[in-house]
């Protein structure tokens, strides 16, 4: 591999590499897109470091705020959505064109990622996030540690929120910055608010579905990874990258790409839905069986109740928010047990070859490619 630096080639990859070891997805992102991770988290730095300093003039306070919110985007991260989009608009430009006019809007989806990690760990609840205290989590215990007024908890949720909202205008003003001409940009923005759209309806069917577990199905479940993870994973971010190019959805490279994004994609929440049961801590960042935990209504939990015999559907039901390790491994167990983790695993195999099959139905550059077959794969044999 080699590489021209930011503003030429990114790299070249030779259609032969192959990917190992426990992290599968993280090894293809470093092969295929070291130097775009770097433009993008130095993009995203530059662009943070003045909005702080911004910030700072007005209040020193304000300026704590929005250190916290670029520390939740700069930190941590496999840059998987400014991926996605680099390798959609490659496929249709091809090898030759410089990324920086385009760099700004890739970095601006990770800001949407940001936005949305931090809202939905607050409406989960959840105390982890990439092996670090959720933003909330964090805000929290600054306030708790600085003796002020109120409640600590509540504080933590509200500037989370706040965070969120940072993030989301912040994503505004970065894609404006890209270099392209106005009816391009146009329709880029078009595109990129109806992924904004679609992330949002796919949260709130998730968070519906955990006030009505009982009555979820395997269906509603797909349509959430379809929506929440899809969407704006693979999907909309290829179409994006397309529409930086120039390419619209009428193209068949975009047919293409639609088909291939939504198979990769309900195959990676797919792949979260393991992760969320049988996931290792350290790697995936996240407490065991945290699904379980919640009663979070996914495919894979609604298959082992459709699958499961009487007697494994009555212990399924009877645990209500388990709590404890031994009672949550018996259910996970069970889960298996029900036959619900095999058909998961050939629902991703089936989506997978679905998503190459679509790729070989259209001309498209073959380095992206290459990159789109290898991060296919990857993307659903994580372990985080």
Known sequence: MASDG?????????PEQTVDGDDPIGAVLAAYTRDLVAAVDETLAEFLTAEV????????????FAATARDCVLTGGKRVRPTFAYWGWRGVIGGDEPITPVLPALATLELLHTFALVHDD????????????????AVAAQHAAAGRNGDSDRFGEAVAVLIGDLCMVWADQLLARADLPASRLLKVRQ?????????????YLDILGETDAGNWSVDRALRVARYKTASYTVQRPLLFGASLAGVG????????????????GEAFQLCDDLLGVYGDPTTTGKPSGDDLRTGKPTALLMLARELATPAQLRTLDGADHPSEAPEIARLAEIVVDTGAV?????????RVEDALAALDAVAVDETARTA??????AATRRRA
Do not use: K
Request: no cysteine.
């Open 6 to 14: 930011p503003t030429g080639n990114l790299l070249r990859v030779a």
């Open 122 to 137: 607050v409406m989960d609840a959840s105390a982890t996030r990439r092996g670090r205290p959720t933003a909330h989590v």
């Open 249 to 264: 959805e009428d193209n068949p490279l975009a047919t293409a790409y639609t088909r291939y994004g939504v198979a990769v």
């Open 372 to 377: 789109l077959i290898g991060l296919a794969s």
């Open 342 to 350: 095999g058909r998961v695993e050939r629902m991703i195999d089936e």
């Open 53 to 64: 300093d911004g910030l700072t003039e007005i209040d020193a306070a304000m300026g704590d």
């Open 191 to 203: 595109g990129y608010d109806r992924m904004r759209v679609e992330t949002v309806a796919g949260q």
